[in-house]
């Protein structure tokens, strides 16, 4: 039987990897979306896909 202390740690692995997200593995719909307008039609032409990638950025928890 694991002690209380095992128990506690093992209860917090998946709050911890949840916070671990890398800023390349977060919002792949709008990164993919964004980074295919910018190539095609370059950044000046993309704002609004920009935009939406900063708030999916932005919600995830990340500072941009």
């Known amino acids: 039987m694991p002690s209380p ?3 506690k740690t093992s209860s917090d692995a998946p709050q911890q990897q949840e916070k671990k997200l890398k800023p390349c593995c977060a919002c792949p719909e709008t990164k993919r ?3 295919v307008c910018i190539i ?3 950044e000046e ?3 609004k896909l920009i935009e939406a990638h900063k708030a999916c950025m932005r919600a995830a ?3 941009v």
């Open 5 to 7: 202390q095992e128990q």
């Open 45 to 47: 032409h993309c704002g």
């Open 40 to 42: 095609e039609n370059g």
């Open 61 to 63: 928890g990340f500072n």
């Open 33 to 35: 979306v964004r980074d």
